[in-house]
């Protein structure tokens, strides 16, 4: 079952516009959340986290924010370039429980310029 | 620079038979995790290990099986790939409870069966 979902496969931007990322997790025990950015035939790298003790992370023109009530986190890009044309992978951790990331099945962003 | 390195790239093998992928890390973390990725999926976590510790997902088929001699070195044994063992497999690693919170990932090894 998947405890962590990206329910849309794929997004289209205008450069220079707003990219809006969104992931839901079932688990009421994750306590970390973090994006991650993959180009084809790479592995995913590190992009942004957030604990579940903030609402709120910003990183440059990345930011993500955590709902803990509805189970929603979402990751903002402004503004969208075309180099930000990646799948992006939202994934979560339960540092109490273990050591495991579960992932999202991730969003095919196109920013297009 | 320090990096999570997998070998090889691309790996073809033949079905039912063994195949091994490698992962090295010169980063000294002490978890290790495999992932099995197949098109438009969630990298799916198939067992990681803490330390020397060995944890296995419930649903990993026992077809998987996985060895770390060492803190540097993990690998993935495939005993018996069948078609359905075709897929992106990505190491990572990560240092939790040592202020590293996220886990860095390997380029991957794309798995043929034929």
């Known amino acids: 079952d998947q405890q962590v979902k990206q329910n849309s496969p794929s997004l289209s931007v205008q450069e220079g516009r707003i990219s809006i990322l969104n992931c839901d997790y079932t688990?009421?025990?994750?306590?970390?959340f973090l994006w991650y950015k993959k180009y084809p035939a790479e592995g995913p790298t590190f992009l942004i986290s957030?604990?579940?003790?903030?609402d709120k992370n910003e990183d440059g023109r990345f930011t993500v924010f955590l709902n803990k009530s509805a189970k929603h986190l979402s990751l903002h890009i402004v503004p969208s370039q075309p180099g930000d044309s990646a799948v992006y992978f939202c994934?979560?951790?339960?540092?109490?429980?273990?050591?495991?990331?579960?992932f999202g099945t991730g969003t095919s962003l196109t920013v297009i310029p | 620079d320090a990096m999570v390195i997998q070998n090889p790239r691309y790996q073809v093998t033949q079905f039912g038979k063994p195949v091994t992928l490698s992962c090295s890390q010169t980063?000294?973390?002490?978890?290790m995790y495999w992932y099995q990725q197949k098109s438009s999926q969630a990298p799916k976590l198939l067992f990681h290990y803490y330390d020397k510790d060995f944890n296995n997902e419930a649903d990993t088929p026992d077809n998987f099986q996985s060895r770390r001699p060492n803190t540097s070195f993990c690998f993935l044994d495939i005993r018996s790939p069948g078609l359905g063992d075709a897929a992106m497999y990505l190491c990572a690693t990560s240092a939790r409870f040592t202020g590293v919170t996220e886990a860095f990932f390997g380029q991957g090894t794309r798995l043929t069966v034929v």
């Open positions: 980063l000294n973390h002490n978890v």
């Open positions: 957030i604990s579940s003790i903030k």
């Open positions: 688990n009421s025990m994750f306590d970390y």
């Open positions: 994934a979560a951790s339960a540092g109490r429980t273990g050591n495991q990331f579960y």
